[in-house]
C-alpha cells in the first residue's frame, strides 16, 4: 500500500482498524484513494471500524512465493467483507484455526499481528 494507506497502519499499531472515508459523501473507501471514486471530493479521512467481517473468498496457500511467508503455510489469504458498507472489503491473512476450518460466509473478526516490526491486521474466526 502507498503512503496514502499510512493511516491503515498508523491504526492498526494502535490496535484499531481505521479505514478511509470520504468527509463529504461518507463513503467508505479501501484501499485508499487520492480522492473519493463517489463524488470526487479531496476530504478524506480515517475511521476505525468494527472490526467484524465475513469470509467472502479464499485461498489457501500451500507453497508461498513470498520469502517472508516461506514457514507459514499453509496459510489462509482472503477478501473479508466488512459491514460498514456494502462492497467493502480489505485482504488479509485469515489465522487462529486450521485452514480446512476457513468457509465463505464465516464470521470473523479483527486481530494484529506483529510482523517485521510492524502491526498487521488479520482476522480470526468468531468464537
Ligand atoms: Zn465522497
Redesign the pocket.
Known amino acids: 500500500m502507498s503512503e496514502l494507506g499510512q493511516p491503515y497502519w498508523d491504526g492498526a499499531a494502535r490496535g484499531e482498524l481505521v479505514i478511509q472515508r ?6 467508505w ?1 479501501h484501499f485508499p484513494e487520492p ?7 479531496g ?2 479521512d480515517f475511521a476505525p471500524v468494527s472490526g467484524d467481517g465475513t469470509v467472502e473468498t479464499f485461498s489457501v496457500i500451500y507453497r508461498s512465493f513470498v520469502a517472508d511467508f516461506a514457514g507459514r503455510t499453509p496459510y489462509v489469504i482472503a477478501w473479508i467483507g466488512l459491514p460498514e458498507q456494502a462492497g467493502l472489503r480489505v485482504f488479509a491473512n485469515v489465522t487462529g484455526c486450521e485452514p480446512s476450518e476457513v468457509v465463505i460466509g464465516m464470521p470473523v473478526e479483527v486481530c494484529f499481528e506483529q510482523r517485521d516490526g510492524r502491526a498487521v491486521p488479520n482476522f480470526r474466526k468468531k468464537p
Open positions: 470520504c468527509c463529504d459523501c461518507g463513503r473507501i480522492a473519493c471514486p463517489s463524488c470526487g471530493s476530504r478524506l
